[in-house]
C-alpha cells in the first residue's frame, strides 16, 4: 500500500478564496483524522471520522472549515474562505479497525501558505 | 486542546549519548504512543504502549508508563545523528471515542 496520499503537498493561496486539501486512507482503514499543525498551537485534532462518519469536530475552528467523507477512500478538508491564520501544514492519518489499540499512520502533509 | 505535554521541549546531546523525554497526560487512557517527525515530514509511529503495561521496549528505544502519575517517558540509548527529530505522544483518551490527543513535543538534536 502507498500509505496515506494528501494532495495537495503545497498550497499557496489569496485571502478570501476556497481551499480543499485531499486526502486518500489507507485502504481497509476505517478511522480518519484531520490534525492542523502550527507553531503556536502544535499538532491539533480538527475532526475524525469512523466508518466515513464523522465522530467529533469539535476541534474545528470555526464554520469556515468543512469536512467530508464521501466513501472509505477519501477524506476532503475545505476552508472558505480561508485567512491568513489558517496558514498552517494539514495532516491527515488513518488507523485500522481494531483501535483503540493500533497506531495512526500518517500522510505527508498539506502546507497552506493564505497571503 | 492538548492532552499529553511533553518535557523538556528542546534537548541537545552528542551521539553516543542517550536521550530521555517525559510526558504527561491529563485523563484515563487505552494506550500512549510515541510518535517521530522529521523536519517537513509526516508523523511516524513509534511505540504503543498499554494502560496495563509498565514498561516496552523496541530496539533502541524504552517506553515506561505510569498512570498513576499520569506520565510516560521515552528513552533513546545510543543516540545517532539520525535520531535528530522532533518526538510527540499521544493519548488515545479512555472516553474520549477513540481519540488520538497529541502534545506539544521535544525537539531532538543529537550532534556527531
Known amino acids: 500500500d502507498a500509505g496515506v496520499i494528501q494532495s495537495p503537498r503545497h498550497e499557496v493561496t489569496e485571502m478570501g478564496q476556497e481551499v480543499t486539501l485531499r486526502c486518500k486512507p489507507i485502504s481497509g482503514h476505517d478511522y480518519l483524522f484531520w490534525y492542523r499543525q502550527t507553531m503556536m498551537r502544535g499538532l491539533e485534532l480538527l475532526i475524525y471520522f469512523n466508518n466515513n462518519v464523522p465522530i467529533d469536530d469539535s476541534g474545528m475552528p470555526e464554520d469556515r472549515f468543512s469536512a467530508k467523507m464521501p466513501n472509505a477512500s477519501f477524506s476532503t478538508l475545505k476552508i472558505q474562505p480561508s485567512e491568513p491564520r489558517d496558514s498552517a501544514v494539514y495532516f491527515c492519518a488513518s488507523s485500522a479497525p481494531d483501535r483503540p489499540n493500533t497506531e495512526a499512520f500518517f500522510g505527508q502533509g498539506t502546507r497552506l501558505t493564505v497571503v | 486542546s492538548q492532552q499529553g505535554e511533553e518535557d523538556p521541549q528542546a534537548l541537545s546531546i552528542q551521539e553516543g549519548e542517550n536521550a530521555t523525554m517525559n510526558c504527561s497526560y491529563k485523563t484515563s487512557i487505552n494506550n500512549l504512543q510515541w510518535y517521530r517527525q522529521n523536519s517537513g515530514r509526516g508523523l511516524v509511529h513509534l511505540i504503543l504502549?498499554?494502560?496495563?503495561?509498565r514498561e516496552k521496549h523496541s530496539g533502541r528505544l524504552r517506553v515506561t508508563l505510569d498512570t498513576s502519575k499520569k506520565s510516560s517517558s521515552l528513552l533513546i540509548t545510543a543516540s545517532r545523528a539520525a535520531d535528530t527529530a522532533s518526538y510527540f505522544c499521544a493519548t488515545d483518551d479512555e472516553g474520549g471515542y477513540n481519540k488520538l490527543i497529541f502534545g506539544a513535543g521535544t525537539r531532538l538534536a543529537v550532534h556527531p
Open positions: 504502549i498499554r494502560s496495563n503495561e
